[in-house]
């Protein structure tokens, strides 16, 4: 079975870091480029970052960028996004979904999500 | 920036035809995906590249793109279709582009 888990969420004080971990499975891994896709409670989806099968090319909003880095381990089938700084309005849960380029140009396979909430 | 706008709801009765819209800059030369999301579930993939349903998607889902919209149509509206649903296209900056969202209610 297709299957991506996120984890790492939780409560983070503004300011401080915390470190999400998207595992793959069922599919080849490094054939595929990945992302991050966020929604704030009660809104809309946002797309946070993203990173190519070869880690060659990555990707930010504008909204992160400076403050977030996304990384792979093709070896452990890992998708990994570094959050720094953190402000309240990335208070958010936090999707890892895969981009198929090959066939359709579109984020075909997400996961449960992991919630980030930044608060004091 | 680019930005892509879809009105905040529709409201459609059972059987009848429920039609999101899409509207942003150039859309037609650009691929666009649309999502459907559950209350509280990830989402799900119901349109690729403009037209093209995935695996198991129902029939009744169908897309277009042309100028600068680009149309979901649910034919047939059943209730497990309410939800929200958000068009998505690849753009130069930002890279990703989400649509606005758009609440189905089928009343």
């Known amino acids: 079975e297709v299957q991506l888990v996120e984890s790492g969420g939780g409560l983070v004080q503004p300011g401080r870091s915390l470190r999400l971990s998207c595992a793959a499975s069922?599919?080849?891994?490094?054939?595929?480029?990945m992302h991050w896709v966020r929604q704030a409670p009660g809104k809309g989806l946002e797309w946070v970052s993203g990173?190519?099968?070869?880690?060659?090319?990555?990707d930010y909003a504008d909204s992160v960028k400076g403050r977030i880095t996304i990384s792979r381990d093709n070896a452990k089938n890992s998708l990994f996004l570094q959050m720094d700084s953190l402000r309240a309005e990335d208070t958010a849960l936090y999707y890892c979904?895969?981009?198929?380029?090959?066939?359709?140009?579109?984020?075909?396979?997400w996961g449960q999500g992991t919630m980030v909430t930044v608060s004091s | 920036s680019s930005e892509l706008t879809q009105p905040p709801s529709v409201s459609v009765s059972p059987g009848q035809t429920a039609t999101i819209t899409c509207s942003g800059d150039k859309l037609g030369d650009k691929y666009a995906s649309w999502y459907q999301q559950k209350p509280g579930q990830s989402p799900v993939l119901v349109i690729y590249q403009d037209t093209k349903r995935p695996s198991g998607i129902p029939e009744r889902f169908s897309g277009s793109n042309s100028g600068n919209t680009a149309t979901l149509t649910i034919s047939g509206t059943q209730a497990m279709d309410e939800g929200d649903y958000y068009c998505q296209a690849w753009d130069s900056r930002p890279a990703y582009v989400f649509g606005t969202g758009t609440q189905v209610t089928v009343l």
């Open positions: 990173i190519s099968w070869d880690s060659d090319n990555i």
């Open positions: 979904a895969r981009w198929d380029t090959e066939s359709a140009d579109a984020f075909d396979i």
């Open positions: 069922g599919f080849t891994f490094d054939d595929y480029d």
